[in-house]
């Protein structure tokens, strides 16, 4: 059975880090990406990386203090999160597919159940 957990989420104030991870259990997938949900808003992309990790794909909105890198040996992907904003609060949710590395949650076939990710001002 695939599952994705996601882990490391928390309370951190603006100008701070952290860092998230994922485990895959049961396939190897060719994408890993992460997308975020902010209450009374629709889910959106985040960050996504090939399985060579070759690729990586970054919205605009934390491109360049987001990091996105897989551990295919154990089948992990992380997001390290630096320079994080009040905006950046959001329940984050690990995704995964076969497929190429997309920006568009439609194109993810599994996801994990999300972290809580608070930035206080």
């Known amino acids: 059975q695939v599952q994705l957990v996601e882990s490391g989420g928390g309370l951190v104030q603006a100008g701070g880090s952290l860092r998230l991870s994922c485990a895959a259990s049961g396939r190897t997938f060719s994408s890993m990406g992460w997308f975020r949900q902010a209450p009374g808003k629709e ?26 890198s897989r551990d295919n040996a154990k089948n992990t992907v992380n997001l390290q999160m630096n320079s994080l904003k009040p905006e950046d609060t959001a329940n984050y949710y690990c995704a995964a597919n076969y497929g190429t ?12 159940q999300g972290t809580q990710v608070t930035v206080s001002s």
Do not use: C, N, P, Q
């Open 101 to 112: 590395a997309s920006r568009f949650h439609k194109d993810y076939d599994y996801w994990g």
């Open 43 to 68: 889910r959106e992309f985040v960050a996504v990386i090939s399985w060579s990790g070759l690729r990586t794909f970054y919205a605009d909105s934390v491109k360049g203090r987001f990091t996105i």
